[in-house]
């Protein structure tokens, strides 16, 4: 299940429910109008996505992980949609000043938000992706492949616990999410154990 998951899959045993995608176009255009803030005119955002050498190792990584996320090649369509609807002023948090500010009204920002929906499906935007971040969102994140040397002297349990995630772990981490992420995730996992034993 969690392979599918960090290899972006077209394959998706589960559908990607509209409120996840809007959940998800919420954290990406946070992150991405903070960097378009920060990119200088004429400059590629993709360029600006690394964190500053003086920002803590928690930002590091979290800068990391979204750089990779949304310059993957199966995610970066989306990404740069993201960028040009933020640039039009056409962003989700955009979108919801207008209707804070009375400039538009609940049902326009609705029609817009429901085609930014569906164009971000279309660009890549699917299960995977949205369970992928959700998912680092509670530490639960891709293992790497640790060196030969420090495979050779890690101690053998630490290593396997600390590598691999299993089901009570997932679990536990789910429990961390807002509800409507729990249920997302801990259905796909129904799923996915429902179609390995069948």
Known sequence: MLKRIWELSDNCLSEVEDKHVVDAMS???KHL???LDAT???TDWKLSLGAYDDDGESIHTYYSFLQSFLTSTKLVAFAQKRVDAIKEGKGFHQLLQAVEDGEDTTEGMKAKLDAQIEEAKGAGLNFNAVAKLFLYDVGVVQPRASSRRRRKNA???EKKSS???NVPKFLNRCLGMPLHRQSMLTNHLVKCLDKRVR
């Open 27 to 29: 954290i990406v255009d």
């Open 33 to 35: 109008s903070e960097i």
């Open 40 to 42: 200088p005119a004429g």
């Open 155 to 157: 101690d053998k349990d």
């Open 163 to 165: 590598m691999i995630i």
